[in-house]
């Protein structure tokens, strides 16, 4: 398919994006397949790579930019700053005051993206209904394993940053959740605040690790999620399907906090908590209201699969 040209529609989903990244249990790759720029977003990651050096070596600046997709990247980046902006001031906000609605818009959205991203299976065999249920086992699994405790080694904080950006370009996975479920979640963001806040030298290690984690989680995964879509597609997207339907048992609107833990503000955070029916929600539960917002998120899904054009390089 001939390259779509990248605009304005590239950084609303960026921004979408990035206000997905901000909710916890909700990730930023659900919000890039429903809009369709998943795969162009994963191809364009793991041009970075052997292929970047050899282009810039051929054929120089211009060369690399083309190969690592640079007007796409830049245009989704910007808009993904706007909406971590937009979320931690706007989002945030709401999810203090009015939780079960936020949660009940996600958990709409999530359950119709399952619909969504089941339909682009191209056939269901056997093999992609064992990836179905694999997925949606791993990822139940993974929202109720209980939080553990991380040593802080150099190690574990590099192999941390491998595993979570891995998870934050999974759709229906957390990169965040899963730092809390290695017990890392009050290693880094401690970390990366006291750096940005101090400049302190014993934050650095820290950051540094991690980010090298990261880079090297988004070489390899890119890479693996690539050749996957490539060589087993039916297959991958069955197994993502099974992710993001395991994942709606971490947005469930009512839940109840079972255990708070203290966060790099010395503010009292929900570390544990429990599913519960609407009557039985310690909080108002704007029943009605979350309703009307679950059948909002539900057709927004079906909204953008009808006006947004996929994005392929």
């Known amino acids: 398919?001939?390259?779509?040209?990248?605009?304005?529609?590239?950084?609303?989903?960026?921004?979408?994006?990035?206000?997905?990244e901000v909710i916890p249990g909700v990730s930023g790759g659900t919000i890039a397949f429903i809009t369709g720029i998943y795969e162009r977003l994963i191809n364009c990651i793991k041009a970075f790579g052997p292929e970047l050096f050899v282009a810039l070596r051929q054929g120089g600046l211009r060369a690399g930019w083309q190969a690592v997709d640079g007007a796409f990247l830049t245009w989704l980046l910007g808009g993904m700053a706007v909406g971590v902006v937009s979320g931690v001031f706007g989002v945030s906000h709401l999810l203090e005051n009015y939780p079960p609605v936020i949660w009940a818009f996600f958990f709409g959205l999530?359950?119709?993206?399952?619909?969504?991203?089941?339909?682009?299976?191209?056939?269901?065999?056997?093999?992609?209904?064992?990836g179905l249920l694999a997925g949606t086992a791993l990822a139940y699994w993974i929202t109720v394993a209980s939080p553990a405790q991380g040593p802080d080694t150099w190690w574990f904080i590099f192999l941390s940053g491998i595993i979570a950006i891995s998870a934050l370009i999974l759709p229906g996975i957390s990169g965040s959740f899963i730092l809390l479920l290695m017990g890392m979640y009050?290693?880094?963001?401690?970390?990366?605040?006291?750096?940005?806040?101090?400049?302190?030298?014993?934050?650095?290690?820290?950051?540094v690790f991690f980010a090298l984690g990261c880079?090297?989680?988004?070489?390899?995964?890119?890479?693996?999620?690539?050749?996957?879509?490539?060589?087993?597609?039916?297959?991958?997207?069955?197994?993502?399907t099974g992710f993001m339907l395991g994942s709606l048992n971490k947005i469930w609107p009512w839940r109840n906090v079972l255990e708070y833990r203290t966060n790099s503000?010395?503010?009292?955070?929900?570390?544990?908590?429990?599913?519960?029916?609407?009557?039985?929600?310690?909080?108002?539960?704007?029943?009605?209201?979350?309703?009307?917002?679950?059948?909002?998120?539900f057709a927004s899904v079906f909204l953008i699969e009808r006006f947004a054009v996929e994005e392929t390089p």
Not at 7 to 15: C, F, Q, R
Not at 186 to 207: F, W
């Open 110 to 130: 999530i359950v119709a993206s399952v619909i969504y991203i089941g339909r682009q299976v191209g056939r269901w065999g056997v093999i992609e209904i064992i």
């Open 186 to 207: 009050t290693v880094i963001i401690p970390a990366v605040k006291g750096l940005l806040e101090t400049r302190e030298g014993q934050y650095l290690s820290t950051v």
């Open 215 to 240: 880079l090297v989680g988004l070489a390899t995964f890119s890479r693996v999620l690539s050749w996957t879509f490539r060589n087993y597609r039916s297959l991958t997207l069955a197994t993502l």
């Open 1 to 20: 398919m001939e390259k779509q040209s990248v605009s304005w529609l590239t950084s609303l989903k960026g921004m979408a994006m990035g206000i997905a």
């Open 265 to 297: 503000k010395g503010l009292q955070v929900p570390f544990l908590e429990e599913n519960v029916l609407p009557a039985d929600y310690a909080g108002e539960p704007f029943v009605l209201l979350a309703v009307v917002m679950a059948l909002v998120g």
